[in-house]
C-alpha cells in the first residue's frame, strides 16, 4: 500500500517465498579463462542454436569440460557446431547449458580484452559469468 498525500494506491504482487533467492557463488569459486576466449568461440556456434521450443534441450549452447579444453557444442537438428579452446587452472565441472541470450549479451559488452571469470553451481545446473563489474547468470 503507498500512501500519499490525496492518493491511496494498492499494488498486487507475488511474496517473496514463492522466488527463492539465488546462491551466488563465491570468489573462490570462479576460475579465469583467458582474454577473448569465451568471445571467440561464441560466433562459432551460436549460429546453430535451434529455435524449437518443443525440442528444449537443442535450445542452447552446451558447455562442457573436457580434459584441459572448454568445448561448445550446439545444433539445430541439422548442422552440428562444435568449438573447442585449450585452457589452463579451470575447475572440473559437468556440463551445462547456455541460453542464447545470455551468450549474446556477453558478445555485445565485451571488448575481448577483459578477463572474464566463470563458476559453476552443478547441483542447479547454473553458470555464472563475470566481466569487469558485471555479471551474467
Do not use: W
Not at 45 to 74: I, N, P
Amino acid at each position: 500500500v503507498i500512501n500519499y498525500p490525496n492518493i491511496n494506491c494498492s499494488i498486487k504482487g507475488k511474496i517473496n517465498d514463492d522466488f527463492p533467492t539465488k546462491d551466488e557463488p563465491s570468489d573462490s569459486e570462479f576460475f579465469s579463462v583467458p582474454n577473448g576466449m569465451v568471445e571467440r568461440m561464441i560466433p562459432k556456434v551460436l549460429f546453430s542454436v535451434s529455435d524449437d521450443t518443443t525440442r528444449a534441450f537443442m535450445c542452447g549452447v552446451h558447455l562442457v569440460q573436457e580434459d584441459s579444453y572448454f568445448t561448445m557444442v550446439s545444433t539445430d537438428g541439422r548442422i552440428l557446431s562444435i568449438t573447442k579452446e585449450r585452457v589452463s587452472g579451470i575447475l572440473d565441472f559437468q556440463g551445462v547449458t547456455i541460453p542464447p541470450k545470455v551468450l549474446k549479451i556477453i558478445k555485445s559488452v565485451s571488448d575481448g580484452k577483459s578477463m572474464m571469470s566463470i563458476a559453476m553451481n552443478e547441483t542447479r545446473g547454473s553458470i555464472y559469468f563475470r566481466l569487469g563489474n558485471m555479471k551474467f547468470s
